[in-house]
DNA sequence: AGCCAGGCTAAGA
DNA sequence: TCTTAGCATGGC
């Protein structure tokens, strides 16, 4: 089945790289290749239209919607841009170099879960262990373009034992994410009702699970609950918060970057957020002379 | 071949 | 309250 969406201003190819998602793989022809809920789907993105194909054949309708939730094509960016603090010009920049980024809707729990594995971790490391998780305790599905897995459910997860897990190379990250399939599946941890509870209700309800700090929390948050203000701070972040607005400060601890986020950047802060990581890895990328540029952050 | 990654926890100052 | 080691693994 196959369809097209109007998109006038979205970037699928920034949208799916941009460290939110970690299950989808490019082809050569441009398109992304993942798995959504149960089912495998194919996305290209041509001008202004997002064409997608999924593996099976069920309600047209109800297909379309579900992707576009999930790009978070429901939502109106300009909408969400003219939020941002208009005296910006390097957010403004961000934006503009990254026009069409949107935050993803993804399952909680799949979000939840890769990002427990994400700590300390690349993403091509954490795409790695996504990979295992789905292929090994994952249901496969069918597709013209191969087999894939859905993402094992909580209730799954809580059945194995931290050496399976460990087998999965996610190291001291096994017994965490042990921990929260079980506290999902047992329902110490309502994570159905996180999206509907108050932000720092529901910060609160996914800290409960060890391992899930403020940043792991945050990621959750926004990149699958509709948390649009949650601002995960990791090492990029830190970096492009420092370098645009504490240039030279020697001391600003953790503390006082968040609450400079949180009074900052706005309602859709989360968004903002998205633009200054893609925009800080691609200084990274697009940096001359690495022998002599390569800098850690003070 | 080390070094260091998209952190959290717990210990110690 | 703030700083720091330790954790496990793979990419560069």
New binding site residues.
């Given amino acids: 089945m196959t369809g097209r969406i109007n998109a006038p201003d979205f970037a699928l190819a920034d949208t799916l790289q941009?460290?939110?998602a970690f299950r989808w793989n490019s082809d050569p022809d441009g398109g992304f290749v993942g798995v959504i809920g149960r089912q495998v789907w194919r996305l290209r993105q041509q001008r202004n239209l997002v064409l997608w194909e999924a593996a099976d054949e069920l309600d047209h309708a109800h297909q379309e919607n579900m992707i576009r939730r999930y790009l978070g094509l429901d939502m109106d960016l300009a909408t969400i841009l003219a939020t941002f603090p208009s005296d910006d010009g390097g957010l403004a920049d961000a934006v503009r170099l990254h026009c069409g980024l949107r935050i993803l809707r993804q399952d909680p729990w799949e979000c939840l879960a890769s990002?427990i594995a994400?700590?300390?971790?690349?993403?091509?490391?954490?795409r790695?262990i996504v990979a295992l998780l789905a292929q090994r305790h994952g249901d496969p599905l069918d597709s013209p373009w191969g087999v894939f897995h859905t993402f094992p459910h909580a209730d799954k997860l809580a059945g194995l034992t931290e050496a399976a897990l460990?087998d999965c190379?996610?190291?001291?990250?096994a017994k965490?994410l042990l921990a929260a399939a079980r506290m999902v599946s047992d329902g110490s941890v309502r994570l159905d009702l996180v999206p509907s509870m108050e932000p720092a209700v529901a910060q609160a309800e996914l800290?409960k699970?060890?391992?899930?700090?403020?940043?792991?929390?945050s990621?959750a948050l926004l990149f699958s609950c509709g948390f649009d203000a949650a601002f995960?701070i990791?090492?990029?972040i830190e970096r492009a918060l420092r370098r645009m607005y504490f240039p030279r400060k020697k001391?600003v601890?953790?503390?006082q970057l968040r609450a400079f986020t949180r009074s900052y950047f706005g309602p859709y802060a989360g968004w903002a957020q998205q633009y200054l990581?893609c925009d800080e890895?691609r200084r990274g990328r697009t940096k001359t002379t690495p022998s002599v540029t390569r800098r850690?952050a003070r």
């Fill in positions: 941009s460290g939110q990002f994400s700590s300390t971790k690349q993403i091509v490391q954490i790695q460990r190379k996610l190291g001291f990250r965490y800290m699970i060890p391992g899930v700090g403020e940043k792991i929390a990621c995960p990791d090492i990029w001391k601890n953790a503390r990581f890895r850690s």
